[in-house]
């Protein structure tokens, strides 16, 4: 299970804090709820790619000695299952989807001067898709306003909001991704499981 690692400053600072195992270990399973500190469970490596930041970063895990899950604690820049930061996907998609740029304008707008136009067709139509299910849960957060499009209104109160916070809110509270999770994962990340039936008395 991923959850947020509390800490918010860059990806640049973030590759320095991570190192330290004590500072930001739950102290609660967020699966089982066990109220019990985790236990450090070493790292797993990921490629993230942010504005100005091309690298290999490291996301601490750790693992609960009451259901035997581990937790890892992603930054909160990155997303779930996808390379490139929040940040440069929302640049790209504002720049495509609300001030119409071209893909190869928008891709630079977003710093991503040579992406494949596959990458941006892949967020905008994950990003449509998903739009509609992003406007009723933001609504908590700012008015909804006026749009033509659920495209378009989800936009409208991402900038509102900040694509961090509203990433804040959706991930954590509510485990909604911004782009929608893959198919084959249901909404907190992991494989179906389903317990079988109570037999009827």
């Not at 509609?132 to 509102?160: D, G, I, K, N, Y």
Request: glycine letters at 4%.
């Amino acid at each position: 299970m991923q959850i947020l690692h509390p800490f918010l400053g860059s990806a640049q600072q973030y590759t320095e804090e991570v190192s330290n195992m004590d500072r930001y270990r739950p102290d609660h399973c967020p699966q089982c709820q066990a109220r019990q500190p985790l236990t450090g469970h070493g790292f797993y490596r990921r490629t993230l790619v942010d504005v100005g930041f091309d690298e290999s970063i490291r996301v601490r895990r750790y693992l609960c000695r009451s259901c035997q899950h581990t937790v890892s604690l992603l930054p909160h820049f990155a997303l779930p299952y996808l390379r490139f930061s929040i940040s440069v996907i929302a640049l790209f998609l504002i720049a495509r989807l609300l001030t119409g740029h071209s893909l190869k304008a928008a891709a630079a707008a977003a710093t991503l001067a040579a992406m494949p136009y596959q990458r941006g067709q892949f967020w905008i139509r994950r990003f449509r898709k998903q739009a509609e299910h992003l406007c009723t849960p933001l609504a908590e957060l700012a008015a909804s306003p006026t749009a033509p499009t659920f495209v378009t209104r989800a936009l409208h109160m991402l900038q509102s909001i900040g694509w961090m916070a509203a990433h804040h809110f959706l991930f954590a509270d509510l485990r909604i991704h911004l782009l929608g999770w893959p198919p084959f994962l249901v909404p907190d990340g992991r494989m179906v499981a389903l317990r079988p039936a109570a037999p009827r008395v």
